[in-house]
């Protein structure tokens, strides 16, 4: 085939606009550090991509809710180990009141003590938590959950579960409700007591002495299946800041351009290595782009 | 770099060898549905190695070695322990690996020291251990760094 | 042999030397035109007369000149161009789509879309609050504005599309128009220059719209558009565009002149637009509107279950009436007071976060076709995604087989320099040769007639 001078000149404006082409592309990754810049540049990995990403973010927002209900379990413990301290008090209140050798007055100040008790317990019941009732089920606002008229406690809020979302198809329960608070006996019990010390009846107050254990073992009771629920939640999270540093992981070698090239020249020196280790909890950092200059 | 789909010894530049095929019974914790791995040393570098999947080979990390030449004693127990409590399974030669990604602003690879990929050789079997305590501490104390 | 005739020889090769010396001036001076096609003398008597001079045989005639031209070849190219042209358009027309879309990116509704669900959940963790309905609220009004974006961005590109279509379309006219002339002086005139400028024609038409081009006995090119004759001789018909709207797009069929429909515009620049207007866009907002409409009713019709802080239910989050992203809009009375928004499932129960994490739980539902809403979006940008690719790799391998294509043919009729000038030198020196003969001969006459 004869060689013609348009041949000659079309040939080499194609090859010129192809390099041209691919320039381009390689500078724009080398800038964002990216390497999927649209759809187009790779369409399977891009889609496989954005549904990590998407993945992460998912992620980071039960890992948020695994936080806050962490914080309200933790704070629910402290409250319920703070009724327990006090129930322990009321036990000694009870084996003095059941001495015979206690006189009416000595009864009446015991039960201006556990009124006092119970007051507080009412209050402790009462607690808030960023601005919403504890124990109050889903009646986290408004009118308090418990009131204590001198002679009974009564509950105002409900029974319903707070749920908290930790994974796609799971829901942790973070509450405890003023239903089980009250079921403990706390309650009855304490009023019972204060009753037993007005009636100024030793054999009363002793009786009671047992169901006061039983109070506190039912209050360790609850305690320990909230604990059971925050080591629940503690696992939950450890699993998911793994995944997103695996998720994180997959899409770096995906898609960041300059990792390849921080593996492929990396010099293994040791002394120099370790000079340039330095620690933070959780990662180590290996400062290798300041090691390789 | 984009791996897989491509000839095993070569990845965009970077030669592989030794490459071996693990089992993850558990999967990786964010792909858990993928439960067989295929691990290779970077060519000339004794640090780093990929890890990737058989059945998706285009989800693939970067891994490393221990950074510490003399791994102490101690974490080979602490693994051991870990992996016969989760996994029950026996720990005797285990290799253990930290995840890495790169950190573009900081222009810093970060490796995830509170969750080792753990292989064990005599079975080739692995999992990801997620550890209450990280072992940063642990592989610093060994090496005087501080 | 006499002197005459001699001298008769030696006058035609002069003249026909001359015209070869022409001819290839003018070669050369055509080098850069394109579509000149290289004329060739047929000198091939001329040269064997003056060789074997003393032969004597018969007369020097001088051959027409002849255009060198490979038609088969000229439709290849045709039918190459216009594809490559398509693609070429294709891929700037699917270059603006992704634009639009953005992807990926912080602005593209994939993140936006998660941002969304992701502001239900934390109003789910904090049920009672008034800052994390605020927060719903943008999220929502965001989400709304990417989908509306999205629609107007890719109705805009499908009517400046179409009406491309009719500029283009008009082109067509002008050229067939102008082919059309060419023809009747064609057909009385044989001229060289004539004919390179209907093959420039055919050419760009070429790039336009699907075309075959066949040239008749009598000289006169036929020219066919999607199988119909558009040119014969010296007449042709006009193709019409029309256009209809529906649902807000438009939607573009192309006659020729006053008959039947053209069912295949499929290639050239005009079969690119044709096919984004009639079909990629329309089918791209469809699936928008899809995912508008979806969303819409299943927020709704969950949120209408829901309590509001003050007790209020029978809310809607988005507006009642939504057809698609072109109106999907929040409800007014949420936009102007966002407490409205619910996350209880029952009245007096502000901790209760049902309807809140029902919401948010929509994303893992498989609510359009099959799929999650946000999978059903990436596979949406991943077709498009796709098709941008295999249309860039279409067009760069198409450029490889146009050029090979143009090369054959300038091979056969392209213009070379070297070969013209070693051509122009040998009918230099045959020239001077066939003067030489001449002066030798007049001065063999005049010595005879002095003689006389």
Redesign the interface.
């Known amino acids: ?7 000659i000149t ?2 080499l404006l ?1 090859s010129l606009n ?1 390099t041209k082409e691919s320039l381009r592309e390689k500078q724009t990754s080398i800038a964002t ?1 990216k ?2 810049e ?14 990590f ?3 992460i ?3 980071e ?1 039960f890992l ?2 695994v936080e ?1 209900s962490l914080g309200w379990v933790e704070n629910t413990m402290s409250i319920i180990d703070s009724i327990y301290e006090k129930i322990l008090r009321v036990k000694e209140i009870a084996v003095q009141g059941a001495d015979n050798t206690l006189d009416e007055e000595g009864r009446r100040i015991l039960s201006e003590e556990v009124d006092s008790i119970i007051n507080d317990i009412v209050s402790l019941g009462n607690s808030s938590y ?4 504890v124990f ?7 009118e308090k959950p418990f009131t204590y008229d001198g002679y009974s406690v009564v509950y105002n809020g ?1 029974g ?1 579960k ?4 930790v994974g ?2 799971y ?1 942790v329960v973070i ?1 405890v409700s003023g239903e089980q608070l009250r079921a403990t006996n706390v309650f009855t019990v304490l009023t019972d007591l204060k009753n037993a010390l007005d009636n100024n009846n030793p054999e009363e107050v002793a009786d009671l002495i047992a169901r006061i254990d039983q109070v506190g073992d039912n209050l360790l009771n609850l305690n320990s299946s909230v604990g059971s629920i925050q080591k629940q939640l503690e ?1 939950i999270k ?17 898609e ?5 090239e ?3 020249q ?1 010099n ?1 020196e ?1 002394t120099a ?3 340039a ?1 330095s ?12 090691f390789l200059e | 770099m984009k791996n897989g789909n491509k000839h095993p010894q070569m990845l965009e530049g970077i030669e592989i060898r030794n490459l071996v095929t693990v089992e993850f019974p558990y999967g990786l914790p964010g792909f858990e549905w993928l439960k067989r791995f295929n691990i290779a040393e970077v060519k000339d570098n004794p640090l780093f190695s990929l890890l990737y999947s058989t059945d998706e080979p285009d989800i693939s990390m970067i891994i490393m070695k221990c950074p510490v030449a003399e791994t102490s004693e101690e974490l080979y127990k602490l693994v051991r322990k870990e992996i016969k409590r989760y996994f029950g399974a026996n720990g005797n030669g285990v290799d253990i690996y930290f995840v890495v990604r790169l950190e573009k602003g900081e222009k810093k690879l970060i490796a995830n020291y509170s969750a080792p990929i753990v292989v064990c050789r005599d079975r080739m079997v692995g999992y990801q251990l997620i550890l209450e305590r990280d072992l940063s501490e642990l592989i610093c104390e060994n090496s005087n760094v501080r | 042999m006499s002197i005459s005739e001699i001298l008769n020889i030696s006058k035609k090769a002069i003249f026909n030397y001359r015209s070869a010396i022409n001819v290839t001036a003018k070669n050369i001076a055509n080098v850069n035109t394109e579509g000149y096609k290289r004329r060739r003398v047929d000198l091939s008597s001329v040269t064997s007369q003056l060789q074997g001079f003393n032969q004597m045989n018969g007369e020097l005639i001088q051959e027409n000149i002849v255009r060198i031209k490979n038609s088969f070849v000229e439709n290849q190219l045709y039918y190459e161009t216009q594809n490559l042209a398509k693609y070429k358009l294709d891929e700037s027309l699917f270059n603006q789509i992704e634009d639009i879309f953005a992807e990926p990116s912080d602005a593209g509704l994939s993140k936006v879309l998660q941002d969304f669900w992701d502001s239900w959940n934390t109003l789910a963790t904090d049920p009672e609050s008034v800052t994390a309905r605020n927060i719903v609220k943008d999220k929502g009004i965001v989400l709304s504005n990417t989908f509306k974006r999205y629609y107007t961005s890719l109705v805009q590109l499908q009517r400046s599309s179409a009406e491309d279509i009719g500029k283009k379309v008009e082109k067509v006219n002008s050229i067939l128009s102008q082919l059309a002339s060419l023809n009747t002086r064609l057909v009385a005139n044989k001229s060289r220059d004539l004919m390179d400028e209907r093959d420039r024609l055919l050419s760009e038409l070429s790039e336009l719209i699907n075309m075959k081009a066949r040239e008749e006995a009598n000289g006169a090119v036929t020219v066919l558009v999607g199988n119909q004759i558009v040119l014969s001789g010296g007449n042709y018909s006009e193709l019409q565009v029309d256009l209809s709207m529906e649902n807000n797009l438009y939607n573009v069929e192309i006659y020729v002149g006053g008959g039947s429909q053209l069912t295949n515009v499929d290639s050239g620049e005009i079969g690119s637009l044709m096919h984004m207007v009639n079909d990629e866009i329309p089918e791209i907002v469809r699936e928008l509107d899809n995912m508008a409409v979806t969303l819409s009713i299943y927020v709704n019709t969950l949120h209408v279950k829901g309590y509001s802080l003050e007790g209020k239910t029978g809310i809607r989050f988005f507006k009642s009436n939504i057809t698609g992203a072109s109106n999907f809009e929040l409800n007014d009375e949420i936009v102007n007071d966002p407490t409205l928004i619910v996350a209880s499932s029952r009245p007096d129960e502000p901790g209760n976060n049902e309807i809140a994490m029902a919401i948010h739980d929509l994303q893992y539902r498989d609510i359009i076709s099959g799929s999650t809403v946000s999978d059903y979006y990436n596979a949406l940008i991943s077709r498009i995604g796709m098709k941008s690719q295999e249309v860039e790799f279409l067009r760069s391998s198409q450029e490889k087989v146009v050029t090979g294509l143009q090369n054959t043919l300038d091979s056969i009729s392209g213009v070379s320099l070297d070969e013209e000038m070693t051509n122009l030198m040998e009918y230099q020196h045959a020239y001077e040769a066939a003067a030489k003969m001449v002066k030798t001969v007049d001065e063999l006459i005049q010595t005879v007639l002095s003689l006389v």
Not at chain 1, 1 to 7: E, F, G, L
Not at chain 1, 44 to 49: G, L, P, T
Not at chain 1, 162 to 165: E, I
Not at chain 1, 279 to 290: E, G, Y
């Open positions: 085939m004869r060689v013609t001078q348009s041949i079309r040939t194609q192809s550090g390497r999927i649209k759809p187009s540049s790779d369409p399977i990995n891009f889609s496989k991509a954005d549904k990403r998407r993945k973010e998912q992620n927002g948020q809710n806050s960023l601005g919403k009732y109050a089920g889903t009646s986290t606002k408004g409900n319903e707070l749920f908290r979302r796609e198809n829901s509450n696992l450890n699993r998911l800041e793994t995944a997103n540093m695996n998720l994180a992981s997959y899409l770096s070698s995906a960041d351009v300059d990792l390849a921080a593996i492929t990396y293994v040791e290595f370790k000079a280790l620690i933070t909890s959780n990662a180590i950092q290996l400062n290798l782009f300041s």
